[in-house]
């Protein structure tokens, strides 16, 4: 201690140095704290500022559970905040930061955000300091700040203190003598970081103003405004990250655009700057337009765009397709007005040079595959133009669609137009018409958004049983078509041609076995094509992938194999048609799991292919049936990554690939199916009608049961649940229990042996099946059930209490 | 000691900015201002006040001028050529380029046009001018061996400046006209924490809360953008240094973003003398200027051609800046008999404009108006108007924001509106505690100042470093504790991870 005392120049830089590494000594943290407090107050400025960097650096590495001694070092950083030096001022900055996250983390509830607002207000007294570092320092520590009132952030944007924080004062300090700290210190804090003289601080102020219009709906509404203003700034930079934001508040749903905003932010789609450009359009393609005025405004820019910069073709036609995707309603009205530019001219030439009119082809094209409900006609030869003009087109949409399936889709579209004349754009979604009958399923253009089933043909039909069968057939044939839309990533519109059917199917009831089978079978089918076009979206849009994370696509795969494994097994009678159809959406699932999620397990998942691929190839040669490409791509795949030393590591790019090769075969129902179900229920039991228990004794419960197309060798399981354990499960031997195979109604009364020491409790109950599969043999005297289960019913709840004395 | 503040003008009005400062001995003339109000004697400060004798070179120790508009050194020819000051004069450079500038133009202006008695001729601003000392930013100037001086840079106008003054261990800063937000040409005021026993602030907007200067620039470009795209002319009336530039600069840097070919014009004469100085005082503009200036002259205006008096009735839209600013005469008058009548074309007008110039009639009018020029002039006025809120003063948060960062014992309002002054001052001392005082003219404030004991360095470090007996102040916990000793026996709640 005694070397540092005296002021020579060496023994100083020696000092500063040894504060520097503050966290590297194995002092008692509480006497490192304590020296370092000590020199905050020393009067050399170049000591203070390093004690304040040491206790910055102090405060990630340890773990203080005293709060008044994270308060002490909070208020000491504070007063020096108000220090003569600049850089003790920034130093103190980031300790108030610091200190302050470690005061915020150690309180609870209300007096965590109380401390939190402490924090973010004191941080925002500093933002007019006069050293440019220090603002940034402070707009940079404002953004770390997650928990903040919304009075306190719309305050930031006010200059006059505002009602709703004019009496609050916090703790802290307003100026070196001043001992509190007015919530109106926060006053325009963030529009002075916004129109400062530097760059550096007013690109700081804009970021953390990004991450704060998470916080609130309200403030970003408000922030809004200033930010289409920051569209005019001089420097680049901050143009950029102004439309960084507005894109982040647009993606986060919490972006209105006003038409007052549009002349500024439309603006930058003529930027001399190409990033700027960039950027702007990247923006505008996730931007809501309200209205018709503005639409036509957001086109018009984008027409100037590519006037002015042609070398922007390519992504300004894929953003024109995505706005008009997005905005269908108004696509209609702008496409009417400007049809005759697309029409060919008397020479029978196509005025086609114009990049504008192949850019308005290509807004034209995007109706059919509108997210919105009601769509105004597109002349159907627009899309025969739009074929002449492919090359150009999918050039700009090829991030959205190949060339080939966009050929596909142009001359689908067209088609419609020889054979119906423009019918196929009156309805919401493409008609489906059957080949064989003039039984036709469409959907007509009314409001309700309603589909029908209707044809003179079905019905005539007598047998109810044959209606709903072939009702079903037909969907289930016509989902192979949605692939298509599923790969265009039409997903919005997917979902809602496969809710109305499923709607539709819902509405048939029937007691035949056969034809219960055959809706359950559809109904089930529907749902994970459903789910599989959803991971199917998420994985061709990176930016989505991004920003809902892994944990929403491990969830949806996890979902799709649990549906796909009650549908192989819950169903008798499928066809090995059907079943090499099932499979070869589990195969897809797997593959999907493997090249997309980190979390997966290699080898299990690489050998759960082979077995089904396996499977599949057999159940091929016995029907004769040729293999899909994609079966046929994972086949080879997989002999390379056997013969590879490399591992599946680095082969999960080429399974990526295969993915490319899926398509969705049809589905062709041929069979009688039958779906195994049951029925649970314990009598007179309910919340106010509990079973009578002694806590520590077993309770037998009675259940009603009732199974539907169960043979006797099927090996059932009650397993039954008290939150929180695992649970427990008894057999049900079906032998021992009268009724045929179609239905086997009985009471059985169940022994629950873990009652809990409680007065009350609820059991959870369900009925489970073991998944036999063929590879897996059948031990007789295996304890409990196999560990694959297929659930039969719905869980039931039961309510057990101890008899009051 | 204490600190005496004579405030011979700008005591709760607008004009004639003039504080003398005594500090023990030293007596600081801070600016040397007339009134544009008024023509009799009240246009000049009462000088007399300084010195009965009128020795003024014997009782004042030095002038300090913050910058060039004539309401902070319209009197400086006439006290030092008319009243004999011969004592030492402190200025910034561009303060000195730019004053006989606008001093010559004044006097112009008044014997010319207006037939007025000469207050000073042309010879005695070039001999006024010879006295001066200039200054730069940041640049301690010993003026005797007691006093110091130090500029500091104030926004407001090019070579605009606050200063710090020193004699011992007496400090203060007066502050000038400044603004606390930058602009495309000027950037904000900056200025050191130091430790003061005054500060003499401006109060022009003191009640002011001015909205973000984006929303301006905005309204503002919007405004011409639509002009120009429906092929109508803009006619920009300004005066020749300040808003010309920043206006400019808006404009050509909107019209090299956005591509607009539309022609800008600046009229012969105004502007392409100033572009010049701000050229060559590129230092003193705001930090994007300086920035860009190893690429580009910010004010070598891309877009920019000068005009030639045939392009009036030339066809096809284009922007003019013209002088005068309140369009009380000259090109700018001409340009608005020719351009008014059309509804597509735009004026704009600055945000303030004198009594009986034509700007000012046109700021109560609502279009289609009919506005008298002279007895035989009438013009038919069917144009856009546009009314810039552009202002190189800072408002009342800017004020209250530079006394909270200097945090000085006293401050002194000046420069200011009476009843708006009286509002501000009551914030100051309620919300930041600060005694604080608005004189009227011609009145003494007396301010007590006290002597800072500064602690010898070694002494101090030894005793903190040995025994580091530390006191918190705690302002809410009210478990209330003293923090000296720490130690982790009796903190266990204390562990390391790294
Ligand atoms: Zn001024």
Not at chain 2, 292 to 309: E, G, L, M
Request: proline share 3%; aromatic share 8%.
């Amino acid at each position: 201690m005694e070397t540092i005392c005296t002021t020579d120049s060496n023994d100083m830089d020696e000092m500063r140095l040894l504060l520097r590494n503050v966290s590297k000594f194995c002092v008692r943290p509480s006497l490192l704290l304590t020296v370092l407090l000590g020199f905050t107050k020393d009067p050399y400025p170049n000591i203070r500022e390093v004690a304040l960097d040491g206790l910055v650096e102090l405060s990630s590495c340890i773990v203080v559970e005293d709060q008044s001694l994270i308060e002490g070092c909070y208020f000491r950083a504070v007063e020096l905040l108000f220090d003569c030096e600049d850089s003790v001022r920034r130093s103190a900055v980031c300790a108030v930061s610091e200190w302050g996250r470690l005061l915020v983390a150690c309180n609870q509830d209300q007096s965590k955000k109380e401390w939190s607002d402490t924090v973010f207000v004191q941080l925002c007294s500093m933002v007019r300091d006069m050293d440019m570092k220090l603002r940034v320092v402070a707009f940079d520590a404002l953004g770390k700040i997650r928990m903040v009132s919304e009075d306190i952030l719309l305050q930031t944007l006010c200059k006059k203190a505002l009602p709703a924080t004019k009496e609050k004062t916090y703790c802290g300090q307003l100026t070196a003598k001043l001992l509190t700290l007015p919530a109106s210190a926060a006053a325009f804090a963030f529009v002075h970081g916004l129109e400062d003289e530097f760059h550096e601080v007013r690109r700081s102020a804009c970021r953390s103003l990004c991450m704060l219009t998470a916080v609130s709906a309200e403030f970003a509404s408000e922030a809004v405004n200033i930010l289409m203003d920051m569209l005019n700034d001089d420097s680049v930079v901050v143009r950029l990250q102004a439309l960084e934001t507005i894109h982040f508040m647009a993606i986060s749903d919490h972006l209105k655009v006003e038409e007052a905003h549009l002349h500024m932010f439309l603006g930058t789609l003529l930027d001399r700057s190409d990033s700027i450009r960039s950027a702007a359009r990247n923006t505008l393609q996730s931007i809501k337009l309200r209205n018709l005025a503005m639409f036509r405004l957001a086109i018009d820019a984008l027409m100037k765009n590519l006037e002015f910069y042609p070398q922007d073709e390519a992504d300004l036609f894929l953003v024109i397709f995505k706005l008009g995707r997005t905005h269908g309603k108004f696509v209609g009205s702008i496409i009417r007005e400007v049809f005759q530019e697309l029409e060919p001219s008397f020479e029978g030439k196509l005025a086609f040079d114009n990049a504008r009119t192949v850019a308005l082809l290509v807004l034209a094209i995007s109706v059919p595959v509108s997210f919105e409900r009601r769509i105004c006609t597109v002349p159907p030869q627009t899309f025969s133009y739009a074929v002449i003009q492919l090359g150009r087109i999918s050039r700009g949409l090829f991030d959205v669609v190949n060339q080939d399936t966009l050929l596909a889709y142009l001359s689908h579209c067209s088609r419609f137009s020889l054979v119906s004349d423009s019918e196929f754009f009156k309805g919401e979604e493409p008609a489906l018409q059957l080949e064989k009958s003039d039984v036709l399923l469409c959907q007509k253009s009314n409001d309700t958004s309603e589909a029908h089933l209707t044809s003179p043909l079905l019905d005539s039909l007598a047998n109810l049983h044959d209606r709903v069968t072939s009702c079903a057939k037909i969907v289930l044939r016509k989902i192979s078509d949605i692939w298509r839309l599923i790969d265009l990533g039409c997903m919005g519109e997917v979902i809602q041609t496969l809710r109305s059917w499923k709607e539709e199917l819902s509405k048939f009831t029937s007691d035949s076995p056969q034809t219960v089978g055959v809706l359950a079978f559809a109904l089930q089918y529907i749902h994970v094509i459903k789910l599989l076009g959803k991971v199917w979206t998420r994985i061709l849009s990176s930016r989505n992938l991004r920003y809902h994370g892994m944990g929403v696509l491990e969830v949806l795969l996890g979902k799709i194999d649990k549906r796909l494994q009650d549908m192989r097994y819950r169903f008798i009678g499928l066809s090995r048609e059907e079943e090499l159809h099932l499979l070869e959406i589990m195969l897809l699932s797997c593959v999907l799991r493997l090249s997309y999620l980190e979390t997966c397990n290699l080898e299990a998942s690489l050998k759960k292919i082979c077995t089904i691929s396996s499977r599949v190839e057999n159940l091929c040669k016995e029907e004769a049936i040729e293999l899909s490409n994609f079966i046929l791509d994972l086949q080879k795949l997989l002999c390379e990554i056997g013969n590879s030393s490399d591992g599946v590591f680095e082969n999960i790019y080429l399974l990526q690939k295969s993915l490319k090769s899926f398509s969705l075969r049809q589905i062709v129902l041929s069979g009688e199916i039958k779906h195994l179900e049951a029925e649970l229920n314990v009598l007179d039991n309910d919340f106010q009608n509990p079973l009578p228990f002694i806590s520590g004794l077993p309770v037998g419960i009675p259940f009603e049961i009732t199974l539907y197309n169960l043979t006797s060798e099927k090996r059932l399981w009650l397993t039954m649940t008290v939150d929180g354990t695992s649970p427990q499960f008894v057999f049900l031997d079906l032998h021992e229990f009268e009724g045929c195979d179609e239905i086997r109604k009985f009471t059985f009364v169940a022994p629950f042996y873990g009652t809990p020491r409680v007065t009350y409790f609820s059991l959870k109950v369900c009925i489970a099946m073991e998944c036999l599969s063929e590879d897996v043999q059948l031990f007789k005297d295996y304890e409990g059930p196999k560990p694959e289960l297929s659930f039969l019913c719905k869980e039931i709840e039961v309510h057990l209490s101890t008899p009051v004395k | 000691m204490a600190i005496e503040c004579l405030v011979l003008g700008a005591g709760q009005e607008v004009g004639k900015s003039c504080v003398v400062v005594t500090i023990n001995d030293k007596k600081i003339m801070f600016d040397c201002g007339m009134h544009m109000g008024y023509l009799d004697h009240r246009r000049y400060p009462d000088f007399s006040l300084i010195s009965k004798s009128g020795d003024f070179t014997n009782s004042l120790t030095c002038i300090v001028v913050t910058h060039f508009h004539l309401d902070h050194i319209g009197a400086l020819p006439y006290f030092t050529e008319v009243c004999g000051y011969n004592g030492p004069i402190y200025m910034t450079y561009p303060t000195k380029a730019l004053a006989p500038l606008m001093l010559e133009d004044y006097r112009k202006v008044m014997v010319d046009r207006r037939g007025e008695e000469e207050q000073f001729s042309s010879e005695q601003i070039l001999e006024c001018m010879k006295k001066v000392t200039a200054v730069d930013l940041k640049q301690t100037v010993q003026v005797d061996k007691d006093l110091q001086i130090r500029a500091y840079y104030a926004g407001h106008v090019l070579g605009a400046a606050m200063f710090y003054a020193r004699v011992g261990d007496v400090a203060i800063v007066y502050t000038g006209d400044y603004n606390m937000t930058p602009d495309r040409h000027l950037g904000a005021a900056q200025i050191d924490r130091l430790q003061l026993d005054l500060v003499i602030t401006e109060s022009t907007y003191a009640t002011t809360y001015r909205d973000s200067k984006y929303a301006r620039e905005r309204e503002f470009l919007k405004a011409v953008h639509k002009c120009v795209a429906g092929g109508g002319k803009v006619l920009i009336p300004t005066f020749a240094l300040g808003r010309a530039q920043e206006l400019c600069m808006l404009l050509d840097d909107y019209w090299e973003r956005m591509n607009l070919k539309v022609p800008i014009y600046f009229s012969a004469g105004l502007t392409v003398q100033a572009n010049m100085y701000y050229k060559m005082l590129i230092n003193w503009t705001s930090q994007k200027v300086k920035d860009t200036y190893a690429t580009r002259n910010a004010f070598d205006f891309k877009h920019v051609c000068s005009f030639d008096r045939s392009l009036i009735n030339a066809p096809g839209p284009c922007v003019l800046f013209a002088t005068p600013g309140m369009i009380s005469g000259g090109f700018s008058l001409e340009v608005f008999k020719q351009w008014a009548p059309y509804e597509g074309n735009l004026v704009t007008l600055p945000g303030y404009c004198v009594a009986g110039t034509v700007g000012h009639r046109l700021m109560s009018a609502k279009t289609p108006a009919q506005i008298n020029i002279d007895q035989d002039t009438q013009i038919d006025v069917r144009c856009q108007i546009h009314q810039l809120s552009f202002s190189p003063h800072t408002d009342a948060k800017g004020i209250l924001d530079l006394v909270k960062f200097l945090s000085p014992k006293h401050v002194i309002l000046v420069h200011g509106e009476k009843p708006k002054m009286a509002t501000l001052k009551e914030k100051i001392q309620s919300q930041m505690g600060i005694q604080c005082f608005d004189p009227a003219n011609n009145e003494t404030v007396s301010i007590p100042s006290t002597h800072y004991v500064k602690a010898v360095a070694s002494d101090a470090l030894l005793q903190s470093s040995l025994s580091p007996n530390l006191k918190f102040i705690r302002k809410c916990s009210e478990r209330g504790s003293d923090f000296g000793g720490l130690d982790a026996r009796t903190k266990p709640g204390l562990k390391v991870f790294r």
